[in-house]
């Protein structure tokens, strides 16, 4: 089984940059991705950035693409998520995700993914 521990959520104004971070215990060998989910109230979950172990690319979706960067630290087991230009559409609850056998196609839906942490709020005022 595999924990994971979101922090660095906040708020802030719109224009300005925000750093989150998740750790990952446990059994942690087979996680093959990581990610960075969001849901907004109302709204269903959004995969926001992945980074995968077999890949040093990362990938994002469109509304991210080009002022969010995910990275990752197989040491410590960790993986990031800077988020700079935020604007209130931004705002929602960022959730971390790791999966074991996540499909290449389908990096940023949420079913690819086996452990979640428990979510910290970003607001964008």
């Known amino acids: 089984h595999v924990q994971l521990v979101e922090s660095g959520g906040g708020t802030v104004q719109a224009g300005e940059s925000m750093r989150l971070s998740c750790t990952a215990s446990?059994?942690?060998?087979?996680?093959?991705?990581m990610a960075w989910f969001r849901q907004a109230p109302g709204q269903a979950r959004e995969g926001v950035a992945v980074k995968c172990t077999e890949d040093s690319r990362p990938f994002y979706s469109d509304s991210a693409e080009g002022r969010f960067t995910v990275s990752r630290d197989n040491a410590k087991n960790a993986v990031y998520l800077q988020m700079n230009s935020l604007k209130p559409d931004d705002t929602a609850t960022y959730f971390c995700a790791a999966g074991t056998e996540v499909r290449w196609n389908r990096r940023l839906v949420a079913r690819e993914y086996d452990y979640w942490g428990q979510g910290t709020q970003v607001t964008v005022s």
């Open positions: 446990g059994y942690t060998a087979n996680m093959n991705c």
